[in-house]
């Protein structure tokens, strides 16, 4: 098993513009997450997801859109970016007692 | 907001017990009590959890008072690649209705020193 896998890994965007951040797992988790974590700063839980059809929003879901289609993806959107953006996104999937994070995404937004 | 409330950092020798406190005052009876821990730029990773009783892994030991309302992960034989973020946090587990949301503090910075 691949595990969470996350792409791209890094990326520089400008103020405006729109990216989508990829997340898959292959371990038919349920339950998936994106969080964010700021500089030294916990993670912050920005949208996650039950399962397929069904997202909600966590702690700072401003300026993020979510979607699951299928059990496997769940990809994170950012409509138009901000500075206040710049950030390390981590997704993560669970079922049951443990969460898997992947290697996470660096953003900046200039 | 997160529920738990750790030191911001703390040293300690290579070779030696790490002891992690985390103070969790507010916790219910029906939440669990994790560990997870991040090396610089990586994800988190799991280490433990427990509910009352104390637990041991391959990675290291949980400790929960009586009362629960304090933990403390040991790290038996602390080594350099040890150095990472240590993340406790109090959540319950997903039931029919409920949901599997964890939600990280700052956490407490260990360094191992040589």
């Known amino acids: 098993n691949a595990g969470v896998t996350q792409t791209p890994k890094f990326r520089i965007l400008k103020i405006g513009q729109s990216m989508t951040l990829q997340c898959t797992q292959d371990m038919n988790h349920n339950y998936m997450y994106w969080y964010r974590q700021d500089p030294g700063m916990g993670l912050k839980l920005i949208y996650y997801s039950v399962g397929a059809g069904i997202t909600d929003k966590g702690e700072v879901p401003n300026g993020y859109n979510v979607s699951r289609s299928t059990t496997e993806d769940f990809p994170l959107r950012l409509e138009l970016a901000a500075p206040s953006q710049t950030s390390v996104y981590f997704c993560?999937?669970?079922?049951?007692?443990?969460?898997?994070f992947g290697p996470g995404t660096r953003l900046l937004v200039l | 907001d997160a529920k738990t409330t750790q030191p911001p950092s703390m040293d300690c020798a290579e070779g030696r017990a790490a002891n992690l406190p985390c103070n969790h005052s507010?916790?219910?009876?029906?939440?669990?009590v994790y560990w997870y821990r991040q090396i610089h730029s990586q994800g988190p990773q799991y280490i433990i959890h427990g509910l009352k009783n104390n637990e041991t892994n391959e990675m290291a030991s949980l400790i929960i008072t009586e009362d629960r309302k304090s933990s403390t992960l040991i790290l038996p034989h602390a080594t350099l690649r040890d150095t990472a973020v240590y993340y406790c946090i109090v959540r319950v587990l997903g039931g029919a209705t409920s949901y599997d949301k964890v939600i990280f503090g700052p956490g407490t910075s260990l360094s191992v020193i040589p």
């Open positions: 993560a999937s669970s079922e049951g007692e443990t969460q898997y």
């Open positions: 507010t916790i219910s009876g029906n939440e669990y």
